[in-house]
């Protein structure tokens, strides 16, 4: 392990270990532009691998009960707006923060699958409606518990306060980029 004084502002001392490879990339900056800035290295890199780790894993589970991410959401966000498992393609939209022709694909996939029905509403005529169908329902009870679950046990060999503590970091973290990035907060993405 090295300690250095990293100059990013202010002073930041820390272990660094020299076989880790996100470590031995923000040491080997520092060693070839001492001043890099690689307070970040750490974390971002982290949070990258994380995500790539987790989105082919989240793949292969949904590959294997011949689903897709796309569907999932679509399906999920149905089944947590409640019974009777409605919501118009403007809302669908926004709680997916897809644009409305991705959802407009999307809808037609599924319904093509007998998982959602379409209907017109009566309230505009350019409006329409989306309801789970009991076939949609079942999949989405089944994949909800396949990456749910999967999830958690991706994350068990943290113990239940570092999880908290994780949680709440991320929380923060995440807030006050989607604030300094002028991205408005939703909290449904990505989440069955």
Same mark, same amino acid.
């Given at each position: ?9 202010? @002073? ?8 880790? +490879? ?11 532009? +001492? ?27 949904? %590959?294997? @009960? ?17 019974? +009777? ?19 407009? !694909? ?55 306060? !570092? ?11 995440? %807030? ?17």
């Amino acid at each position: 392990m090295a300690r250095l004084e990293l100059n990013v502002g202010v @002073a930041v001392a820390r272990e660094w270990d020299e076989n880790d +490879p996100v470590d031995a990339t923000a040491l080997a900056w520092l060693r070839e532009r +001492p001043g890099t800035p690689v307070a970040g290295i750490g974390i971002v890199t982290r949070i990258w691998r994380l995500a790539k780790l987790m989105g082919e894993d989240r793949r292969r589970t949904l %590959a294997a @009960a011949e689903a897709d991410a796309a569907t999932l959401d679509l399906l999920s966000v149905l089944r947590r707006a409640g019974a +009777p498992y409605r919501l118009t393609t403007r809302e669908l939209a926004e709680r997916t923060r897809v644009t409305a022709g991705a959802i407009s !694909q999307r809808v037609a996939r599924a319904e093509q699958s007998g998982l959602v029905e379409r209907a017109r509403t009566s309230a505009s005529p350019r409006g329409v409606t989306v309801t789970l169908t009991p076939d949609g329902h079942e999949l989405v009870e089944e994949l909800v518990d396949r990456v749910l679950g999967r999830e958690a046990e991706l994350v068990d060999c943290l113990t239940a306060e !570092q999880q908290e503590t994780l949680t709440e970091l991320l929380r923060v973290l995440l %807030a006050e980029l989607e604030a300094r990035l002028g991205h408005p907060r939703h909290t449904q993405v990505g989440t069955p």
